[in-house]
Structures are given as C-alpha cells and as structure tokens.
C-alpha cells in the first residue's frame, strides 16, 4: 500500500504525465483512481511491450534477494525506480547509474520528478546503463564463469561437492534468486555434486510448509529441506 500512498499524494497534473500501471495478479485491493491502471496477469510478451513503453518499471519491494524484474526492464530498454529500503535493489541501481531510487514519500516524488525532467535521450542512458550491467554480471555466461573460475581456483581439476542455500526451491517455485538458483544448480551438478539446503516453502506470500521436510530430488539435483517453524504474518 506504502506504493500507492505515495502516488496518490502526487499532484494530479504528475499523475496525468505519468500513469501507474500494474501488471500481474493483485495481492491487494486496487485503489479506484483514473490514473491507476491495472492490467491484471499478462503473457509475457504482453509483459515485455508494457516494460519497453513504460517511462520507468517501479520496483518497490524492500525484500528483494536479485530482482529479476528490475534486470528484465534493463534488458527491454527502460530505467527503474527502486525502494532504497532494499539493499540489493539499491546496490543494483548505485554500480548500474540504471535508474532512480526512494526511501520515503519526499525522496519518491524527487524520483518522479526527475523521470518527468529527464528527456528522452537521458531515459535511454539510464536503460543502456543497465543493460550493460546485466550482461556484465547477470548473463548466464557471466554468472557460470565466475562460480568455475571460484571452484577452479580452491580444488583444481577434481569433481567438487557444492552446496547452495536458497529460501525456496523447486520446479513451481517462482521468485528471482530462486529461479536462478535452479538454472546453475541443475548445470553445475552435471560435472559437480550439487546439493542445495532450502525450505519446505512453496509461496512467497504465506511462506507455508508445503514440501516434505529432509531429503529431496529435483531434477537429478539432491535437495536439504527444513520446516518453517511459522507462516508468514501478513
């Protein structure tokens, strides 16, 4: 709701020039306001023609462990808003120069305006700027080079026992950092021995035991998962 307070304190002219559309299923109720468009859950090449016309993908999640929308906005040639409050969201955008960032309702209105200032060419910068970013450090060449060159560097030429730790993981698990996770374990774990210590949690919202506690398999890769002792307090 935090989101939606802040843009609907904005002055009315700013909120002509710059609607808020939403993509994907609501998790709240929607405020009834002209200049808030909700678009419900889109295919994703829908996805991606919304992200490229859009002035700016706003990201304001303060738990973010990746961010795979805010890379997926680079890519589609658009800058992003981030909520300062997450450490990652603003890292990301500091070492890109992809973007804005807020951490309250006046730094958000500073970020609006400077998206409404910024001409055209400025706007592509900022884009470009973290597109760079993603294929520099995001790109799955990238990602898989850098986690080789580390098990190359400490037990050369030997098949490695590697363990990831993720929230959440499985193949109807959705989520940046998880998706992720999943990619590189199931490639690495064809030359190495993989084993990735999760939770039982299957949804990010109610963070619910779903799968059984112990030992798992998914896809060839072997799976650690512990309970959540409680659900998460909405």
């Given at each position: 709701?935090?989101?939606?307070?802040?843009?609907?304190n904005?002055?009315?002219?700013?909120?002509?020039?710059?609607?808020?559309?939403?993509?994907g299923?609501?998790?709240?109720d929607?405020?009834?306001?002209?200049?808030?468009?909700?678009?419900?859950?889109?295919?994703?090449d829908?996805?991606?023609?919304?992200?490229?016309?859009?002035?700016?993908v706003?990201?304001?999640?303060?738990?973010e462990?990746?961010s795979?929308?805010?890379?997926?906005?680079?890519?589609?040639?658009?800058?992003?808003?981030v909520?300062?409050?997450?450490?990652?969201?603003?890292?990301?955008?500091?070492?890109?120069?992809?973007?804005?960032?807020?951490?309250?309702?006046?730094?958000f209105?500073?970020?609006?305006?400077?998206?409404?200032?910024?001409?055209?060419?400025?706007?592509?910068?900022?884009?470009?700027?973290?597109?760079?970013?993603v294929?520099s450090n995001?790109?799955?060449?990238?990602?898989t080079?850098?986690y080789?060159?580390?098990?190359e560097a400490?037990?050369?030429?030997k098949?490695?026992?590697?363990?990831?730790?993720v929230?959440?993981f499985?193949n109807?698990?959705?989520?940046?950092?998880?998706?992720?996770?999943?990619?590189?374990?199931?490639?690495m774990?064809?030359y190495?021995?993989?084993?990735?210590?999760?939770?039982?949690?299957?949804?990010?919202?109610?963070?619910?035991?779903?799968?059984?506690?112990?030992k798992?398999?998914?896809?060839?890769?072997?799976?650690?998962r512990?309970?959540?002792?409680?659900?998460?307090?909405?």
């Amino acid at each position: 709701g935090e989101l939606f307070r802040f843009y609907l304190n904005l002055p009315a002219s700013l909120r002509e020039a710059l609607p808020l559309v939403l993509i994907g299923t609501a998790a709240m109720d929607i405020p009834n306001d002209g200049s808030v468009v909700y678009r419900g859950f889109v295919p994703e090449d829908e996805k991606y023609t919304l992200m490229q016309k859009a002035s700016a993908v706003i990201v304001p999640s303060k738990q973010e462990s990746l961010s795979i929308v805010l890379m997926e906005s680079w890519l589609c040639g658009t800058p992003v808003i981030v909520n300062a409050r997450s450490d990652v969201l603003l890292d990301h955008v500091q070492a890109s120069a992809g973007g804005f960032s807020y951490h309250d309702e006046a730094t958000f209105v500073v970020a609006i305006r400077a998206l409404e200032e910024a001409g055209k060419e400025k706007l592509t910068d900022l884009a470009e700027f973290g597109r760079q970013y993603v294929s520099s450090n995001y790109s799955w060449a990238s990602v898989t080079a850098k986690y080789m060159s580390f098990l190359e560097a400490i037990t050369p030429r030997k098949r490695r026992k590697v363990c990831f730790v993720v929230q959440r993981f499985g193949n109807d698990v959705n989520g940046g950092a998880e998706q992720l996770c999943r990619k590189i374990s199931l490639r690495m774990n064809l030359y190495h021995d993989v084993t990735v210590v999760t939770s039982c949690a299957r949804d990010y919202g109610t963070w619910e035991n779903y799968y059984d506690e112990g030992k798992d398999l998914v896809d060839g890769v072997n799976v650690l998962r512990f309970g959540v002792d409680e659900p998460r307090n909405q």
